[in-house]
C-alpha cells in the first residue's frame, strides 16, 4: 500500500475568546464539511496535534492531497465557540520539526 | 523574490478615521504590499491624502481605485473620461448586458465587477470574455459573499464563480481575487485569499496569481501611464534636454 503522505499546519486563530481545542476543531469540522461533505472531510484525515493557548497557535495534521481543501475550509471559518473569528496559515509543512522552526 | 500581494477591495468608510486605521496596519502585517479602498468619483484631496500618508507609514503602497456603476453605454464612456486620469484602477461594476459589454471592450476599464446576489445580472459569458481578452479588462471576484453567506445561496454562487472562473481562463481574461471585505475579522492572509480560488477552479499558481501577478500588473501598468514620462506603452521619456 503506498503510503500517504502527510502536512502539518500552524495555524493562528484570532479571536476575542480562546476557545477549547474540541471547540476549534469543530469550528473546522464544521466548515470543512459543509464545504465537501462527509465524503469529503473524511479524506483529509484531519487531526489536532498540538495546542498553544497563549499564542492560540494550533497545529493539525492533514493528507497532503487534501491540503488544498482543508485550507480553502479553514480560509472559511468565521465563528468559532460562537464568537466571530478567523484562522490564519502561518506555515504548511512535511514535518512537526520544521514547523515549529518556522513559526517560531 | 515574494510575490507582491494585492488587495484592491477593501470596504471601508473613510471618515471612520480609527477602523480605517486598524484595517490598514492589519493589511501591513498580513503580508500586502498594495492595497485599496474604491472611491465612487469624488475624492477629497485631504482624505486622499491622509490614507496615503497611513499606509505609508504602515509600510503599504496605497492605490487609488475608482468603482462606478453605469446605467447606460453613454454613462460608462463619459464617466471614463471624465475620470480615467484620475485613478489609478477602474472598476465597472455591470448592471446591464448593455454596459458589460461596452466595459469589456474599453481599454480603458481595468476591472469587471457583477452583482453577487442577482445571479441574472452575471454576464461573463463567452461574448463577454472574447471582449475583455482584447481588451485589458480583467474578471474581480470578490470573497466576502463566500464568507458570509450560507446553504443553496453560496452553492449558487459558487457554481456561478466557476463558470466564470472557467471561461475566463480559457479566452485568457486574468481573474483578480479581492477581499471586497471592511471588517477586521474577515480579512484573510494572502495565501489563505488564494486557497479560496480552489473553490471556484483555480489552481494553486492560478489562484497565487489572482491575488498577486495580476492586480500588481494593472497597478503597475496604470501608474507608468499615469506618469508625466509616458509616451505610448514601451515608450517614456527618460532625459530632456535643454533648449538652445
Known amino acids: 500500500m503506498k503510503r500517504v503522505k502527510r502536512r502539518y499546519l500552524a495555524l493562528q486563530l484570532e479571536s476575542e475568546t480562546l476557545p477549547s481545542e474540541r471547540e476549534f476543531m469543530d469550528a473546522v469540522w464544521a466548515s470543512l464539511t459543509k464545504l465537501y461533505g462527509e465524503v469529503g472531510a473524511s479524506l483529509a484525515g484531519l487531526v489536532l496535534i498540538n495546542f498553544d493557548g497563549k499564542r492560540k497557535i494550533f497545529v493539525v495534521r492533514t493528507s497532503l492531497a487534501s491540503l488544498l481543501m482543508v485550507r480553502a475550509s479553514l480560509a472559511m471559518v468565521t465563528v468559532v465557540a460562537g464568537k466571530a473569528a478567523s484562522v490564519n496559515v502561518l506555515a504548511v509543512s512535511g514535518t512537526l520539526k520544521a514547523l515549529y522552526a518556522n513559526v517560531a | ?244
Do not use: W
Request: charge should be positive; glycine fraction near 4%.
Open chain 2, 1 to 244: 523574490m515574494t510575490r507582491p500581494f494585492v488587495d484592491l477591495h477593501l470596504r471601508i468608510n473613510t471618515k471612520d478615521q480609527p477602523v480605517t486605521q486598524r484595517l490598514i496596519i492589519k493589511a501591513a502585517q498580513m503580508g500586502y504590499h498594495f492595497i485599496s479602498f474604491p472611491f465612487t468619483n469624488v475624492v477629497h484631496e485631504t482624505e486622499f491624502v491622509a490614507l496615503k500618508a497611513a499606509c505609508t507609514q504602515a509600510g503599504i503602497d496605497f492605490v487609488l481605485r475608482a468603482d462606478f456603476k453605469p446605467r447606460t453605454q453613454e454613462d460608462l464612456t463619459l464617466f471614463l473620461r471624465k475620470f480615467r486620469r484620475s485613478f489609478e484602477v477602474i472598476c465597472i461594476v455591470c448592471d446591464s448586458k448593455e454596459v458589460a459589454r461596452q466595459a469589456a471592450k474599453d481599454r480603458r476599464v481595468d476591472l469587471l465587477n457583477f452583482p453577487n446576489l442577482d445571479y441574472h445580472k452575471r454576464f461573463f459569458d463567452r461574448a463577454e470574455a472574447e471582449l475583455a481578452s482584447c481588451s485589458l479588462a480583467a474578471l474581480e471576484v470578490d470573497i466576502k459573499p463566500l464568507l458570509v453567506m450560507e446553504g443553496p445561496a453560496r452553492v449558487r454562487l459558487l457554481s456561478c464563480l466557476r463558470r466564470e472562473v472557467a471561461i475566463a481562463l480559457e479566452f485568457h481574461v486574468p481573474v483578480v481575487v479581492s477581499s471586497g471585505v471592511g471588517e477586521e475579522v474577515l480579512m484573510r492572509l494572502p495565501r489563505d485569499l488564494a486557497s479560496l480560488g480552489y473553490l471556484f477552479g483555480l489552481n494553486a499558481s492560478e489562484a497565487l496569481d489572482a491575488v498577486s501577478t495580476n492586480p500588481a500588473v494593472i497597478v503597475l501598468r496604470n501608474r507608468e501611464k499615469l506618469s508625466s514620462r509616458f509616451i505610448a506603452p514601451g515608450i517614456s521619456i527618460v532625459k530632456e534636454g535643454k533648449p538652445k
